[in-house]
T-cell receptor, first 115, second 114 residues
């Protein structure tokens, strides 16, 4: 039973390029969450999705960032026109239910470096 | 609104010594509380969680934490540190049964001296 799979593990982009981060939740999990970890900081919530729906995007920057979780395939976090400040580790988590009672299962993250 | 404060961004203990990592929270509703561990260049692994059952929660790798409502604390302890415990530890809170996202503290990096 594979855990939460994120790819790529490392991503290098030049300023102005697009970054696409993928997350496949655990089998049986239909709730996906994206968090961002800036250097020397804790994780900050970005967005919560269920299949084909964005439930809560209160932590997403207003511009350049978008997320989706289609009916088929992985969840995608897309960052357009990346800037140096987007350099961070992006973690995806999944759960079988809306509540946090089970605790999430986190992926190993994608470390984005913008040069 | 909810928040988490982890006192001490770096803690160093000797192998075999007691580990105590502090976490205080604020929440307007009864909270769920979590401790996660992160090894270098890896994701977060759930150590233990409090979801309104027993106030003393036992987790993996010999860690435990006690929920103290009067002190709004959820400190993480382990009686005897191992070298393999060296990692970063994050405390997190959610808004109980209605919460669908976690608010994390800034983390405590634990070093274990031989």
């Amino acid at each position: 039973n594979a855990g939460v799979m994120q790819n790529p593990r490392h991503l290098v982009r030049r300023r102005g390029q697009e970054a696409r981060l993928r997350c496949s939740p655990m089998k049986g999990h239909s709730h996906v969450y994206w968090y961002r970890q800036l250097p020397e900081e804790g994780l900050k919530f970005m967005v919560y999705l269920q299949k084909e729906n964005i439930i809560d995007e209160s932590g997403m920057p207003k511009e350049r960032f978008s997320a989706e979780f289609p009916k088929e395939g992985p969840s995608i976090l897309r960052i357009q026109q990346v800037v140096r400040g987007d350099s961070a580790a992006y973690f995806c988590a999944s759960s079988q239910d809306k509540t946090t009672a089970y605790g999430y299962t986190f992926g190993s993250g994608t470390r984005l470096t913008v040069v | 609104a909810q928040s988490v404060t982890q006192l001490g961004s770096h803690v160093s203990v000797s192998e075999g010594a007691l580990v105590l990592l502090r976490c205080n929270y604020s929440s307007s509703v009864p909270p769920y509380l979590f401790w996660y561990v992160q090894y270098p260049n890896q994701g977060l692994q759930l150590l233990l969680k409090y979801t309104s059952a027993a106030t003393l929660v036992k987790g993996i790798n010999g860690f435990e934490a006690e929920f103290k409502k009067s002190e709004t604390s959820f400190h993480l302890t382990k009686p005897s540190a191992h070298m393999s415990d060296a990692a970063e530890y994050f405390c997190a809170v959610s808004e109980g049964s209605s919460g669908d996202k976690l608010t994390f503290g800034t983390g405590t990096r634990l070093a274990v001296r031989p």
